[in-house]
């Protein structure tokens, strides 16, 4: 059965860090796009970053320059390493292929106090 499991997420102060990480089974994982979403309370699932089968890496413009998503296509993770967090980045975090999305993860909460 395929599944994504999320973990890593915590609570953490402004300006800290956390780095997720994604453990996905199956053989689709190397061949697809990745991507990391997350869910506040009230709001949409939005995508804050994408990584290719190749490498090639998008950022919502609301984490750019802050958040860096990586791959290992051996080991079939995905991390999505945050840093200065902001308290506007709280919220659930989830993982999944981003053109041909699986069941989703339980996610993984991630909570930024001022």
């Known amino acids: 059965q395929v599944q994504l499991v999320e973990s890593g997420g915590g609570l953490v102060q402004a300006g800290g860090s956390l780095k997720l990480a994604c453990a996905a089974s199956g053989s689709f994982f190397s061949i697809n796009t990745m991507g990391w979403y997350r869910q506040a309370p009230g709001n949409q699932r939005e995508l804050v970053a994408s990584?290719?089968?190749?490498?090639?890496?998008t950022y919502a413009d609301s984490v750019k320059g802050r958040f860096t998503i990586s791959r290992d296509n051996i080991r079939t993770t995905a991390t999505l390493q945050m840093n200065r967090l902001k308290p506007e980045d709280t919220a659930v975090y989830f993982c999944n292929l981003v053109y041909y999305p699986l069941p989703w993860g339980q996610g993984t909460q991630v909570t930024v106090s001022p």
């Open positions: 990584i290719t089968s190749r490498g090639t890496t």
